[in-house]
């Protein structure tokens, strides 16, 4: 049974910083492309970024230079380093594994999810 968990969310003020961990057991991670997703209130959900297992990566534009993507084959883990965070960034933020070897930036791209970790910026 392949399991996502995500961690490391929270309150961050403006201009913080947070990093978000996801942990994939049930599949082996060096193998499929991870994507991040966040979900804000009222709002469906939208592509972060994404990592195929040989370390190419793709950023949505509205966080591309702030956020990081990075993994960890051996630990089986997915990073998602955030920098200078600002209020639109608050959201659900949501892990994914991939159902094809590339990046897609669409939900049906991707088949089994984390449960969530909820990141909120205050201003």
């Known amino acids: 049974q392949v399991q996502l968990v995500e961690s490391g969310g929270g309150l961050v003020q403006a201009g913080g910083s947070l990093r978000l961990s996801c942990v994939v057991s049930?599949?082996?991670?060096?193998?499929?492309?991870m994507g991040w997703f966040r979900q804000a209130p009222g709002k469906e959900r939208e592509f972060v970024g994404a990592?195929?297992?040989?370390?190419?990566?793709n950023y949505a534009n509205s966080v591309e230079g702030r956020f990081t993507i990075s993994g960890d084959n051996a630990k089986n883990t997915l990073y998602l380093q955030m920098n200078s965070l600002k209020p639109e960034d608050t959201a659900v933020y949501y892990c994914?594994?991939?159902?094809?070897?590339?990046?897609?930036?669409?939900?049906?791209?991707?088949?089994?999810w984390g449960q969530g970790t909820q990141v909120t910026v205050s201003s």
């Open positions: 049930g599949r082996t991670f060096s193998d499929v492309v």
């Open positions: 994914a594994t991939g159902r094809y070897p590339s990046i897609s930036d669409s939900e049906g791209g991707y088949d089994y």
């Open positions: 990592r195929t297992w040989s370390g190419n990566l």
